[in-house]
């Protein structure tokens, strides 16, 4: 849990690349203490990760930033998993810090697999939670295919509290957070939802290069993720080389917004150990 905000500073900025403004926020008690970059996926944006700037600013220098067309950030060009590993590398550049912890959820572990194997100097630590990040396979596409047409099929749209990166019963058991999740997931410029899909099919990552990553990684899950089930995201994990595995209980798609102080604590043990 947190230490209250006494004392922690809050800084915004914008990173222009391409002609893009990348939108990012540092915040911390000691800009000394360790950097923690979080990347969001595609239903959310720097602000998804509230609970964590608050509970964990008094102990790290957290990170958090928004990929082109969420959140703050533009997008009038190109976008897309490829292209915001190019902007998570001039961010680390910009906001420094090195080596940081990366973590990636969903969407953004494909971000932030792909940094930490373009430069795996600037990582102390790499954290995937509830994703692929590109470590396909024949099975793990088959697992994948198959739960999240289920989630497609119980997904209602205008039901209010309701979304495909929440774990089913969610909405009943913490209303206001799932409304709160739902709009959250509705802010920006945001890319259509079937063509991020496409190019994070496309984006693979060759497994034999997986041994570049001398380095800690931590994959993480929930229990009933129905987008990226965890019977698929042991599969990445076994495919990492010395990669930890954490299932969190009763959580979904999105276990650090749905149980934030159970996935806080098993993310910052894990970079605390390392």
Same mark, same amino acid.
């Given at each position: 849990m947190g230490e209250?905000?006494?004392?922690?500073?809050?800084?915004?900025?914008t990173l222009v690349r391409d002609g893009e403004s990348i939108y990012f926020e540092v915040t911390a008690a000691d800009h000394a203490a360790p950097t923690v970059v979080l990347?969001?996926?595609? &239903?959310?944006?720097?602000?998804?990760?509230?609970?964590?700037?608050?509970?964990?600013?008094?102990?790290?220098?957290?990170?958090?930033?928004?990929?082109?067309?969420? &959140?703050?950030?533009?997008?009038?060009g190109g976008f897309?998993?490829?292209?915001?590993?190019?902007?998570?590398?001039?961010l680390l550049e910009r906001v420094g810090g090195a080596p940081v912890h990366l973590v990636g959820q969903s969407m953004g572990g494909w971000v932030a697999l792909g940094a930490a194997m373009r430069a795996p100097d600037r990582v102390a630590t790499l954290t995937l939670t509830d994703t692929i990040a590109g470590v396909w396979t024949d099975?793990?596409?088959?697992?994948?295919?198959?739960?999240?047409?289920?989630?497609?099929?119980?997904?209602?749209?205008?039901a209010l509290g309701r979304h495909p990166a929440l774990g089913d019963g969610f909405a009943e058991t913490n209303p206001e957070?799932?409304?709160?999740?739902?709009?959250?997931?509705?802010? &920006?410029?945001?890319?259509?939802?079937?063509?991020?899909?496409?190019?994070?099919?496309?984006?693979?990552?060759?497994?034999?290069?997986?041994?570049?990553?001398?380095?800690?990684?931590?994959? *993480? *899950?929930?229990?009933?993720?129905?987008l990226c089930p965890p019977d698929a995201v042991r599969k990445v994990a076994e495919a990492i080389p010395g990669a930890a595995f954490t299932v969190?209980?009763?959580?979904?798609?999105?276990?650090?917004?749905?149980?934030?102080?159970?996935?806080?604590e098993a993310v910052t043990g894990f970079i605390a150990r390392h």
């Open positions: 209250g905000s006494a004392g922690v500073d809050r800084s915004t900025g990347s969001h996926g595609l &239903g959310g944006n720097h602000a998804s990760w509230w609970q964590q700037v608050a509970a964990l600013s008094s102990r790290y220098r957290i990170v958090t930033w928004d990929q082109r067309g969420f &959140g703050n950030s533009t997008r009038a897309g998993p490829q292209v915001a590993v190019d902007d998570l590398l001039a099975e793990i596409e088959a697992i994948t295919a198959t739960a999240a047409a289920g989630v497609v099929a119980r997904y209602v749209p205008s957070l799932a409304v709160l999740y739902q709009l959250l997931s509705s802010m &920006g410029d945001k890319p259509p939802d079937t063509e991020v899909f496409v190019m994070l099919a496309k984006m693979r990552v060759d497994h034999d290069e997986l041994a570049v990553l001398d380095l800690p990684v931590h994959v *993480v *899950v929930g229990e009933h993720d129905g969190l209980p009763g959580t979904g798609h999105s276990p650090y917004f749905e149980d934030a102080p159970a996935w806080n």
